[in-house]
């Protein structure tokens, strides 16, 4: 199946050189869609003062020369020089009856690349919260659409699982005993553990001291200081596999590619970069100091990689990190889905990397954005102490307030039904509300317009494709049955057949862009589309047979995409609600 804005690039192009000369064969042909047709070709503007000719002239050149008959019902020059151009309801019928035949609705397997994705990133014993919902859902909306295109998607998971802190968790552990019930809130309420561990570090001086001593005794490989740090990394673990499950992300233990790995490296990183010239000692710490970042009254900012105590700290680490990405990984692109606060830093790690060679393989480091979540007052969202919000807590409201919503509707669904709904509803409304915001902008955490039924959101979405599978059991046939043939009549099956021509462009540019926004913004016109159609085109009471069926496989072919779509971003589409 074709994309029609990329066929009708095509043609318009090799009329520009029929008529213009080969030079002008790749030339941009400016395709847009239109109000007053499907597609409109802008090139004529663009050239006009390149050839030094008026608009509608070079318009009229194109067109003489522009073979798309087969594609193309009618061709229009409007305005200054606009081409505009209307597909054949035949050529759609077929386009739309190939995404139908197609499993992949439509979307093409990209040239593998390597790409490694940093995200979610909590940290040991400590809860996860409101913060680290975007950067995990975004994360894995992108991970799941590049590895349908194709890529070979390698997770990180950076958890913080080093450094300082570990000394005092440590040491807590061993006083509250490692199976006790203290121990086991690292399951359930890490939060807590750690500022038990946190009030005896502050309030306690001899237990401060043995905290300090088993840092050191962490930092040097101490056996037995090492298998009660993993301890509690595998306690960790299980609370972060609760979220994930919870959340449905494709996160697991394989991902985890935390601090930690990378701590036999950093000497030799601080190493390699003061024998290039690239790192300097200043004020007693190694820095970096690159071209083009500078602080208050033009002072260079470092990047420091060696603090003057001797210690490494995150930005050593992050070095690390990018150079075994590009190195051993062999990253094509390396996605950083981290809070935008962070792009400083990031962009001064991707600096260094340049300029020690670790990228001359071709690896291009890109920082996903991420904006934050706010509350009804405009500030970041937190709890009215002032904490942040944990992020299991957000879960189990959305699930509740959810399942409140289930239960008045569809008192006739059994508790199990209703209950499952519910989670899928309102984690994929969570979910769908982050992803349908471009992720370095900051939204607004509204549990009402969340869980809205209409609009653009998770359940209006969940709901189209649950009414779309009330009509087969109704029509008493399966989806898969309804194989057409698509025939276009009335304007509402070509707004639909034309609107699903467009699945496979969006995904593609989703992969190019990092923009999963983009994915939502086309389901949920979809879904109007698709209403709008049953409106105005009885489907299972269709005039004839034949009718029924092209309509059918419509349907068929909507709800596919939806459901595809929607898996792509990791919101589930329920049976029925």
């Avoid at 994705?117 to 859902?137: C, F, Q, W």
Wanted: glycine share 8%; charged share 25%.
């Amino acid at each position: 199946m074709a994309d029609p804005q990329e066929v009708l690039s095509h043609r318009v192009q090799s009329a520009l050189g029929a008529a213009f000369g080969p030079e002008y064969a790749e030339t941009d042909p400016v395709i847009r869609p239109s109000q007053f047709a499907d597609f409109q070709a802008n090139a004529a503007l663009a050239l006009a003062k390149r050839l030094g000719r008026k608009p509608r002239d070079v318009a009229a050149e194109i067109v003489e020369r522009l073979d798309v008959d087969d594609v193309v019902r009618e061709v229009e020059i409007s305005g200054p020089g606009f081409i505009n151009l209307t597909l054949r309801d035949e050529w759609i019928a077929a386009q739309a009856q190939q995404i139908l035949a197609d499993p992949r609705a439509g979307v093409a397997v990209q040239e593998a690349q390597n790409i490694p994705i940093d995200y979610s990133a909590p940290n040991v014993a400590k809860e996860m919260h409101v913060g680290h919902l975007r950067t995990t859902v975004v994360g894995d909306a992108l991970a799941r659409t590049l590895e349908f295109l194709g890529h070979n998607v390698i997770r990180q998971n950076h958890i913080g699982d080093w450094g300082t802190p570990f000394g005092m968790l440590i040491e807590h552990l061993l006083d509250v005993g490692e199976h006790s019930e203290q121990a086991d809130l690292l399951k359930s309420d890490p939060n807590a553990f750690y500022q038990g561990a946190r009030a005896k570090f502050d309030g306690d001086e001899e237990f401060a001291t043995r905290a300090r001593r088993r840092v050191v005794a962490l930092q040097g490989g101490d056996a037995e200081t090492l298998r009660l740090w993993g301890e509690l990394i595998e306690l960790s673990k299980s609370y972060f596999n609760k979220i994930y499950r919870k959340l449905d992300v494709t996160l697991t233990d394989a991902d985890l590619a935390g601090e930690s790995s990378y701590n036999d490296a950093l000497e030799g990183i601080c190493r390699e970069l003061e024998d290039k010239g690239i790192a300097e000692v200043s004020e007693g710490a190694l820095c970096v100091f690159l071209d083009g970042f500078t602080g208050r009254e033009g002072k260079p900012v470092p990047l420091i990689i060696r603090k003057s105590d001797g210690g490494y700290g995150y930005g050593t680490t992050d070095l690390a990190t990018i150079k075994y990405r590009a190195e051993v990984l062999k990253a094509d692109r390396i996605l950083y889905v981290i809070g935008a606060p962070q792009h400083l830093h990031l962009e001064m790690v991707y600096g260094t990397a340049r300029e020690a060679g670790w990228l001359d393989g071709g690896t291009t480091p890109i920082h996903v954005q991420i904006g934050n979540v706010l509350g009804s007052d405009g500030k970041i969202l937190r709890t009215r102490s002032g904490a942040p919000i944990r992020l299991m807590a957000l879960l189990d409201e959305a699930i509740e307030r959810a399942g409140r919503v289930v239960a008045e509707n569809r008192p006739d669904l059994d508790e199990a039904t209703r209950a499952e709904i519910a989670r899928e509803v309102g984690v994929g409304a969570v979910k769908y509300a982050d992803l349908s915001v471009s992720h370095d902008n900051e939204y607004v955490f509204d549990f009402d317009r969340m869980l809205a039924l209409n609009g653009n959101t998770g359940p209006y979405l969940q709901y189209a494709t649950a009414r779309i599978r009330s009509i087969f059991r109704k029509g008493g046939l399966t989806p898969e049955e309804a194989t057409g043939p698509i025939r276009i009549a009335e304007p509402a099956e070509r707004a639909l057949a034309l609107t699903l021509l467009g699945f496979g462009p969006v995904v593609e540019q989703v992969g190019d862009s990092l923009e999963p926004h983009r994915l939502c913004a086309y389901l949920f016109d979809l879904a109007q589309t698709f209403t709008s159609f049953y409106e105005h085109c009885p489907v299972l009471k269709a005039e004839d047979a034949d009718v029924r069926a092209s309509r059918l496989a419509l349907t068929a072919a909507t709800l596919r995409t939806l459901v595809l779509g929607l898996s792509l971003l990791g919101v589930s589409a329920p049976e029925q609600m």
